[in-house]
Each structure stands twice: as structure tokens, then as C-alpha cells.
């Protein structure tokens, strides 16, 4: 069975912190995605990577960062927490073949709350 | 970017009742994905729609392409309480995106016994 993890199931952070959130997985996928899922606004995507040390912004890539040194790790930044970023973070990954339905696979999520 | 639809945002049925769930898009869809996510959970593949017209069927679960591949649905027949959740809809997307999917909003299920 395919494995996401991530590093956190709810965190607690203060209005200014750096935070770290960190998404693994074990199926040497080549993408890996973060996205926050805020109510009535569905899932929006933050980043997503294609391969190590590549990344790609996604619809709502404002106040975060990522980092991709390793195939199986995903890491999302945010550089100055804010309240406005108290959510739901899942991360997700995926193969990328040609003809293939690369579907997506998720990780339990963390809910981040800023103070 | 690709923008899907997703409708309704909410439905509460009773149990036994049928339930659909519809995406729509202005511009052609590439491939469509559907997802389920129970409450408390994570959303999990359920299917994938490639073909116009194309008709899938999961036990109780009907999904449709349209014919024009702008549209799809999720039906369900005689809902039970273990449908509960929410049902995204996704396209994938195209060219430098190919790796990525848009999500609708979602419709979130709810039946009571």
C-alpha cells in the first residue's frame, strides 16, 4: 500500500513563527503536491514538485515555500505564520506516466492553528 | 486556469434516497477524477473518466463523462449512511500542468437513517 506521511497531525504555532511541515512518501513518487482545505473552499493547491529540487507554484502559493531536497520528501515552509493560515494541510503524491491515471494519494493532513 | 464546478455544495438525503453530484466547466475537460473523503478523513481515488460519453459503474456508484466532455456526474443508488462525506471531482490538467489536478469544491453528503 502506498504511504503518505506527514509529520504532524495538529500543531500549534504563534502569529510570526517559522513552520515546518513535513510529507513523506514510499513509493518513489515523482510528484508530490501540498494543498489546504479550508471549509466551502475545497482543496487549493499551494505547490507541487515534479522531481527533486523542482518545484512549481500552485493557486495559492502566497506566504509559503517548499522544499524538495529528496525524491520521498516534501516540505512546506511558512516563513512568517499568520492567522489567515490556520487550516487543514494535506500533502499528496503521485506517479507521472503517460497513459497511466496517476492518481493522486493523501496523507492524513495536519491541522495547523495560528495564534 | 481550468476551473470545474462542482454542485451542489451540500445535500442531505435520507437513507435509501438516490444522490448525484454534478461538474461542469466551460472549456473541454482533459480526464476527470473523483475522490471520496469521509469525515475526519483524507480524500481517497475512486475513479477515473477518460472518454466522452464513457459510463463507469461501482456498485452502487454511476459516474458519467458528458458527451461533449464538459460535464460529469457521481450517482448514487439508495444511499446508505457509509456514503457519508465529501465528493470532489477533478480534471487534470494540461501541457506544463500535466500533473496536476483542479478540484471543484466539492459536495458534501450527508444521510440520515
Known amino acids: 500500500d502506498v504511504k503518505v506521511t506527514q509529520s504532524s497531525r495538529y500543531l500549534v504555532k504563534r502569529t510570526g513563527e517559522k513552520v515546518f511541515l513535513e510529507c513523506v512518501q514510499d513509493?518513489?513518487?515523482?510528484?508530490m503536491f501540498w494543498y489546504r482545505q479550508d471549509p466551502g473552499l475545497g482543496l487549493r493547491l499551494i505547490y507541487f514538485?515534479?522531481?527533486?529540487?523542482?518545484?512549481e507554484k500552485g493557486d495559492i502559493p502566497e506566504g509559503y515555500s517548499v522544499s524538495r531536497e529528496k525524491k520521498e520528501r516534501f516540505s512546506l515552509i511558512l516563513e512568517s505564520a499568520s492567522t489567515n493560515q490556520t487550516s487543514m494541510y494535506l500533502c499528496?503524491?503521485?506517479?507521472?506516466?503517460?497513459?497511466?491515471?496517476?492518481?493522486?494519494?493523501f496523507g492524513p493532513g495536519t491541522r495547523l492553528t495560528v495564534l | 486556469g481550468q476551473q470545474v464546478m462542482q454542485i451542489p455544495q451540500y445535500q442531505h438525503v435520507q437513507e435509501g434516497e438516490d444522490f448525484t453530484t454534478y461538474c461542469n466547466s466551460s472549456t473541454t475537460l482533459s480526464n476527470i477524477q473523483w475522490y471520496k473523503q469521509r469525515p475526519g478523513g483524507h480524500p481517497v481515488f475512486l475513479i477515473q473518466?477518460?472518454?466522452?460519453?464513457e459510463v463507469k459503474k461501482q456498485k452502487r456508484l454511476t459516474f458519467q463523462f458528458g458527451e461533449a466532455k464538459k460535464n460529469s456526474s457521481l450517482h448514487i443508488t439508495a444511499t446508505q449512511t457509509t456514503d457519508v462525506g465529501t465528493y470532489f471531482c477533478?480534471?487534470?490538467?494540461?501541457?506544463?500542468?500535466?500533473?496536476?489536478?483542479?478540484f471543484g469544491r466539492g459536495t458534501q453528503l450527508t444521510v440520515w437513517p
Open positions: 499528496a503524491s503521485s506517479l507521472f506516466e503517460y497513459g497511466k491515471t496517476n492518481e493522486q494519494f
Open positions: 473518466l477518460v472518454k466522452s460519453g
Open positions: 514538485s515534479y522531481d527533486v529540487k523542482m518545484k
Open positions: 477533478a480534471d487534470r490538467g494540461r501541457g506544463s500542468t500535466l500533473g496536476r489536478l483542479y
Open positions: 513509493m518513489d513518487h515523482e510528484n
